[in-house]
């Protein structure tokens, strides 16, 4: 994959994955439950429903996102009834994440749609040699490195 054609190619292809995983984020999932939420606070949902008792500060670690952009995640979940705050029992100052009944139902679905998901992918991968996931991960987060020091404009 030399020629700069291939690259730009896979460039392209790249950025039509990108943009499919895009819309799919900003379609409202119920899962019939309500209010309607996003791709992205439903993953906000699973993150704290993985992580017992995470605080805002280990969620956006985790998500690889900004400390502020959790924390508006987390107000509107709250708002909508999917997750609670509360301070942590062994300080005054930390208040950690917990799902509610309505969170917890959003996490077991989820969860059952991931294990749909999972037993497809693996079905992919079954045509690429081994040690192929290995490679993708790699190469991912070199991606994410370059992203990360793309020069300003």
Same mark, same amino acid.
């Not at 895009?22 to 439950?33: S, V």
């Not at 008792?53 to 952009?69: H, P």
């Given at each position: 994959?030399?020629?700069?054609?291939?690259?730009?190619?896979?460039?392209?292809?790249?950025?039509?994955?990108?943009?499919?995983?895009?819309?799919?984020?900003?379609?409202?999932?119920?899962?019939?439950?309500?209010?309607?939420?996003?791709?992205?606070?439903?993953?906000?949902?699973?993150?704290?429903?993985?992580?017992?008792?995470?605080?805002?500060?280990?969620?956006?670690?985790? +998500? *690889? =996102?900004?400390?502020?952009?959790? #924390?508006? &995640?987390?107000?509107?979940?709250?708002?909508?009834?999917? $997750?609670?705050?509360?301070?942590?029992?062994?300080?005054?100052?930390?208040?950690?994440?917990?799902?509610?009944?309505?969170?917890?139902?959003?996490?077991?679905?989820?969860?059952?749609?991931?294990?749909?998901?999972?037993?497809?992918?693996?079905?992919?991968?079954?045509?690429?040699? +081994? *040690? =192929?996931?290995?490679?993708?991960? #790699?190469? &991912?987060?070199?991606?994410?490195?370059?992203?990360?020091? $793309?020069?300003?404009?």
């Amino acid at each position: 994959m030399e020629k700069a054609t291939d690259m730009d190619q896979l460039c392209e292809l790249f950025l039509q994955t990108i943009n499919q995983y895009t819309l799919l984020e900003k379609r409202t999932h119920t899962y019939d439950i309500e209010p309607k939420i996003y791709l992205a606070e439903i993953h906000t949902i699973v993150a704290i429903g993985a992580h017992e008792n995470i605080n805002v500060t280990s969620l956006a670690k985790l +998500q *690889g =996102t900004s400390k502020s952009a959790v #924390s508006q &995640a987390v107000s509107k979940l709250v708002k909508k009834g999917f $997750i609670d705050k509360k301070v942590a029992p062994d300080t005054d100052n930390e208040v950690i994440l917990l799902l509610t009944e309505k969170g917890k139902q959003v996490f077991d679905l989820h969860e059952k749609q991931h294990a749909w998901l999972r037993t497809q992918l693996v079905s992919i991968f079954q045509k690429y040699p +081994q *040690g =192929t996931i290995e490679i993708l991960s #790699s190469l &991912a987060i070199d991606i994410q490195s370059v992203w990360e020091n $793309i020069p300003e404009a």
